[in-house]
């Protein structure tokens, strides 16, 4: 578990829960103003303008009358109860205007006020002082370093971003949104808008002082206004209780979709100055992320439009692919090149769907896509909705993609989707490639609860994260154990209490759990490797055991091939030689190992992440394998489906079917090593803190996997 999971020994007594700080009843804005050149002012004015039906009640010494309202001198003076007070002041009085809440009796207070932990030790030790303040009286807190929560479930624009003044009124929806990025949140309030997105709940926590993404998760599962969750991560506080947040909302069926800045060292430095943040593994993040069924995006824009489509639509499709309608000839043979380069599939029609196509189409326009501007005949009505209706009700179709230009018969099209989509029940998303043209067909389409996107890479990666939800339905079941594969208390096996394993300490761990080794004998001088090869059968491989030589093939720790005694005298001869001048005095030892050959050679290791714990990692090994990158990370342990998925995840997966007249590689042992090696991972947990075969050499079909070679770093059990 990371350290900065680390809870006090005992948790205040809140005052209100945070479900309270989503659907206040009352709100204090501490410096309202009538200037919108104000934190104040914007803020009052933006919960006027969008109707919050609760209490207001603006704080301010000098006016008797702010936004029409009766002003209160101080937050202590104003009638109680109060759910929220929002307090934009300057650091140097934020503490004063804390504890003048805290005794007040003040539920949550929502901090806009910056310049703290995320700018200097100064602001942190400022940060650290008002924390403990607030809860030394149960009171909550929501920032500092946000910019407010927009909850239209709750009717509240409780935020300063100007952006609320872009709509008339809040849109409600079931998508709940939470941000390390108040301005991100501001500017996702006009791409929701842009798009028909309606919200529940969108938050900004910054620094989470107090109130942490976590909690805003945990609520946001519990609210039954939400039903897609959204979020913006830069870093996790308590990183193990998001994923079993993550299960819980799978569960529940509330898809949580996340973008995670970081992936990159700049990306994870501008999140360091942003929020004070330290920013994980991204690699390690999305691992996690799918294990427990989140969708992790690569922008918050594309995130935002498909959890609108998700609210609208549901997340979950069936079996099948993708039916693909267009108006237009050239964006369709566009198109169609997107998907496949994107690896979504496309529908293959069945005799009747085709069948019911001729009525209107010639057999050679009858393929996936179906160009409705290439019917026979004159064009009526008709050719669309028969057209649509015949793809919508195709078996094999899982959801319906229509690409939408400035065309004939719009309205009539608009229809026939809205038909289909009630009558087969199943989604049907449309790409409306129109520009500002025709704004009332698309408010159609809209107000008939279809959803909109404005271009097909919003098309595509909301059709991605469909058919990813799918895939990822796997890793929801971790399996059972293998037969032979541990636990590993039951094993005659003892391990270290820490250091490093060598390559016959590692694969007799490895034998262990039943995953196979090549016959190996370790010996201490040149007669004896020359008997070992005997006994092993020729040709062998030698293997220089050093203490302080991770990887021997760089060092020239590996002779491959030798076919006789005396190649094999000679090789140890060459190793006896690097190794001496390598360990110094230790008396060198050589590994003499069967020489096995395959169709592929793949790596499988174990990392453990400081903050989601051992992970597995499979990919394309090697010596190329830092060449390569091809790889991928999952929580442990895996069921069979789930491994097998995992493969399905490398881009060089193909090579494994055979290529140029090789044979396919047999992918069912694979399988089994990782299902193997997941549960090796999850009994030792911590104590193993990394742990790599390579390669895994992959024999034909029905040959089998055989680790050849692997070490692995144990350290102490934690106390």
């Known amino acids: 578990m990371s350290a900065r999971e680390n809870l006090p020994a005992a948790e205040p007594v809140w005052r209100i829960p945070v479900a309270r700080v989503l659907h206040p009843q009352s709100v204090a804005i501490v410096g309202a103003s009538d200037s919108l050149d104000k934190f104040g002012g914007r803020i009052l004015a933006n919960v006027q303008r969008h109707g919050f039906p609760g209490r207001l009640l603006?704080?301010?010494?000098?006016?008797?009358?702010?936004?029409?309202?009766p002003a209160w001198p101080a937050i202590g003076t104003a009638p109680g109860p109060v759910d929220l007070a929002v307090i934009a002041v300057p650091g140097s009085q934020l503490l004063e205007t804390v504890g003048e809440c805290a005794r007040a009796g003040v539920g949550a207070c929502v901090v806009i006020t910056a310049q703290l932990a995320e700018f200097d030790e100064r602001g942190k030790a400022l940060q650290d002082e008002v924390v403990a303040l607030a809860r030394s009286h149960g009171m909550r807190l929501l920032g500092p370093n946000c910019m407010g929560l927009i909850s239209p479930a709750a009717g509240l624009a409780l935020s300063s971003t100007m952006t609320l003044q872009h709509a008339p009124a809040l849109r409600r929806g079931g998508v709940g949104f939470v941000s390390q990025s108040g301005a991100l949140m501001g500017t996702l309030f006009v791409t929701g808008d842009d798009h028909a997105v309606g919200f529940s709940h969108m938050v900004s926590i910054g620094n989470q002082a107090d109130l942490e993404l976590c909690d805003l998760l945990?609520?946001?599962?519990?609210?039954?206004?939400?039903?897609v969750i959204a979020l913006y991560v830069e870093a996790l506080k308590s990183p193990h209780r998001f994923v079993e947040l993550a299960r819980r909302a799978r569960v529940a069926g509330k898809p949580v979709l996340a973008v995670k800045a970081g992936r990159t060292e700049a990306g994870a430095a501008a999140a360091r100055s942003h929020t004070a943040s330290l920013a994980g593994s991204y690699e390690a993040f999305v691992a996690a992320c799918e294990s427990a069924g989140v969708l992790v995006f690569d922008e918050p824009e594309g995130m935002i439009v498909a959890a609108g489509?998700?609210?609208?639509?549901?997340?979950?499709?069936?079996?099948?692919?993708?039916?693909?309608?267009?108006?237009?000839?050239?964006?369709?043979?566009?198109?169609?090149?997107?998907?496949?380069?994107a690896g979504l599939p496309l529908a293959q029609w069945t005799p009747a769907t085709r069948a019911r196509l001729a009525a209107h189409f010639l057999p050679t326009h009858t393929n996936n896509p179906i160009d409705l501007g290439g019917?026979?005949?004159?064009?009526?009505?008709?050719?669309?909705?028969?057209?649509?209706?015949?793809?919508?009700?195709?078996?094999?179709?899982?959801?319906?993609l229509y690409l939408m230009t400035p065309q004939p018969l719009m309205a009539e099209t608009?229809?026939?989707?809205?038909?289909?989509?009630?009558?087969?029940?199943?989604?049907?998303?449309v790409v409306s490639d129109t520009g500002s043209f025709a704004a009332d067909i698309r408010q159609r389409l809209v107000a008939a609860g279809l959803p909109l996107v404005n271009r097909i890479d919003d098309g595509l990666r909301v059709l991605e994260a469909w058919f990813r939800r799918r895939r990822l339905a796997v890793f929801a079941d971790g399996g059972t154990r293998p037969a032979g594969a541990g636990p590993l208390s039951a094993l005659p096996l003892e391990l270290p209490p820490a250091g490093l394993l060598n390559e016959p300490d590692t694969k007799a761990l490895l034998a262990a759990y039943g995953i196979a080794v090549n016959a190996a004998d370790t010996v201490g001088d040149a007669e004896a490797a020359v008997a070992a090869a005997a006994r092993i059968g020729y040709p062998v491989v030698l293997k220089g055991i050093s203490r302080s030589i991770t990887h021997k093939s760089d060092a020239g720790l590996v002779r491959l091939n030798l076919a006789d005694a005396d190649a094999v005298r000679a090789g140890w001869a060459a190793l006896a030689d690097i190794l001496r001048a390598a360990d110094g005095d230790?008396?060198?030892?050589?590994?003499?190992?069967?020489?096995?050959?395959?169709?592929a050679e793949l790596i499988l290791g174990v990392r453990v992440d400081a903050d989601f714990g051992p992970q597995l990692l499979a990919?394309?090994?090697?010596?190329?394998?830092?060449?390569?990158k091809d790889f991928r990370l999952a929580a442990v342990p895996l069921s069979p489906a789930a491994a097998r998925a995992l493969l399905d995840g490398l881009r060089l997966r193909p090579l494994l079917d055979g290529v140029r007249g090789r044979p396919a590689a047999d992918v069912e042992a694979v399988?089994?090593?990782?299902?193997?090696?997941?549960?090796?991972?999850?009994?030792?947990?911590?104590?193993?803190?990394?742990l790599d075969v390579n390669p895994l050499i992959v024999g034909a079909r029905g040959e089998g996997a055989i680790a050849v070679d692997g070490r692995a770093v144990i350290v102490e059990e934690a106390a």
């Open 58 to 69: 603006p704080i301010n010494p000098k006016r008797a009358e702010v936004g029409g309202l």
């Open 218 to 227: 945990e609520a946001l599962i519990a609210d039954d206004a939400t039903r």
């Open 309 to 341: 489509v998700f609210d609208r639509l549901g997340a979950a499709v069936g079996e099948g692919g993708i039916g693909f309608v267009g108006s237009s000839g050239g964006g369709c043979a566009v198109t169609a090149d997107r998907l496949a380069a």
């Open 375 to 400: 019917h026979k005949g004159a064009l009526t009505p008709q050719v669309f909705e028969d057209s649509i209706a015949a793809i919508a009700d195709d078996d094999g179709v899982a959801v319906l």
């Open 414 to 429: 608009a229809d026939a989707l809205i038909a289909a989509h009630r009558r087969s029940g199943k989604p049907v998303l």
């Open 586 to 599: 230790v008396a060198p030892h050589v590994s003499v190992q069967q020489q096995v050959a395959g169709v």
């Open 619 to 628: 990919g394309f090994g090697g010596v190329l394998v830092e060449v390569l």
């Open 671 to 690: 399988v089994d090593a990782i299902v193997r090696l997941s549960w090796l991972a999850a009994d030792l947990g911590d104590r193993l803190r990394e």
